[in-house]
């Protein structure tokens, strides 16, 4: 059983390359996420998508882009990649009702994938 | 934007102690998880509570949602080098995009 699954696991880049980190899921479910784990400061929410077609900005979505072209697929693009985007990042994803209630999705996270930019 | 703040940032206790962890806002949450996070792993969820006052209780660890919704506590007792780890709170959005806020986390190190 996958669940989610990132690659790379590892990666250096030099100041201004570009890179995609890959995320895929296999449970169906309909929302997906992006964050970033730096020390000591938990998890930061980059983008998100709430279906195929469909994306939005979360907290810190500045020099990153995503696409949802399938409910599967949730690549983060980095372009022109800075030193403050060395970090760990990690995909998730849940199911979750898309009208009423609380949120109680679980969230099933990938492996990370560890970023350094030199 | 709503804030977790998570207490103690970093805890080492000898195994069989007891500890609490601490997780405050002053938003209100609909719903409040914890998930633990070993060294090299995505976190995993440990409980969702969703009723101010709910008491949830995991083997050896309880979880506390409050009254008001705006904090909770996770309480380990009898601690062993299993528990060892990350303990990251994350707290429910009641908008149409049911995000999740993250806490910065505690990191446990329980010596044997």
């Known amino acids: 059983n996958a669940g989610v699954t990132q690659t790379p696991k590892f990666r250096i880049l030099k100041i201004g390359q570009s890179m995609t980190l890959q995320c895929a899921q296999d449970?169906?479910?309909?929302?997906m996420y992006w964050y970033r784990q730096d020390p000591g400061m938990g998890l930061k929410l980059i983008y998100y998508?709430?279906?195929?077609?469909?994306?939005d900005k979360g907290e810190v979505p500045n020099g990153y882009n995503v696409s949802r072209s399938t409910t599967e697929d949730f690549p983060l693009r980095l372009e022109l990649a800075a030193p403050s985007q060395t970090s760990v990042y990690f995909c998730?994803?849940?199911?979750?009702?898309?009208?009423?209630?609380?949120?109680?999705?679980?969230?099933?996270f990938g492996e990370g994938s560890r970023l350094t930019v030199l | 934007t709503q804030l977790l703040e998570q207490s103690p940032q970093f805890l080492s206790i000898q195994e069989g102690e007891n500890l609490t962890v601490y997780c405050n806002s002053s938003s209100v949450f609909s719903s409040l998880q914890w998930y633990r996070q070993e060294p090299g792993e995505g976190p995993v969820l440990l409980v969702t509570?969703?009723?101010?006052?709910e008491v949830k209780k995991l083997k050896r660890l309880t979880f506390q949602f409050g009254d008001a919704r705006k904090d909770s506590s996770l309480h380990i007792t009898a601690a062993q080098p299993g528990d060892t780890g990350l303990y990251l709170c994350a707290g429910g959005g009641t908008g149409s995009a049911r995000q999740l806020t993250f806490g910065s986390g505690t990191q446990l190190t329980v010596l044997p």
């Open positions: 509570v969703v009723t101010g006052g």
């Open positions: 998730a994803s849940s199911y979750s009702l898309l009208a009423g209630g609380p949120n109680t999705g679980e969230l099933f």
């Open positions: 998508s709430v279906g195929a077609g469909i994306t």
């Open positions: 449970m169906n479910h309909n929302y």
